[in-house]
């Protein structure tokens, strides 16, 4: 049975941390199982959004001083830090 994070929680963890938990629970059952039985799959994720803004961040600001405008940074950072903390590769077995 899928559980719901609550509506404050969703405020807090904001769009990388509800997007981390979605993928998780889909592609990462097992894991998503272990951090909610163990109360820490909200800090976790909070932890993966917090770790994922700072990393775009730093790479959006080398990106705009190698010239790119901060739209193009932003995309780029995404496409290169999503699957560090966010985007994990699917557990074995899982399609």
Do not use: C, F
């Amino acid at each position: 049975m899928e559980t719901k994070v609550d509506e404050a929680a969703e405020i807090r963890l904001g769009r990388y941390g509800r997007m981390a938990i979605e993928h998780w629970r889909r592609w990462l059952p097992q894991m998503t199982a272990t951090l909610e039985a163990t109360g820490e799959l909200e800090s976790a994720a909070a932890a993966a959004r917090e770790q994922t803004m700072l990393d775009m961040m730093a790479i959006e600001e080398e990106l705009q001083k190698a010239g790119h405008s901060p739209g193009q940074a932003n995309v780029i950072a995404w496409e290169m830090v999503r699957e560090r903390y966010i985007l994990l590769e699917p557990e074995p077995g899982v399609e």
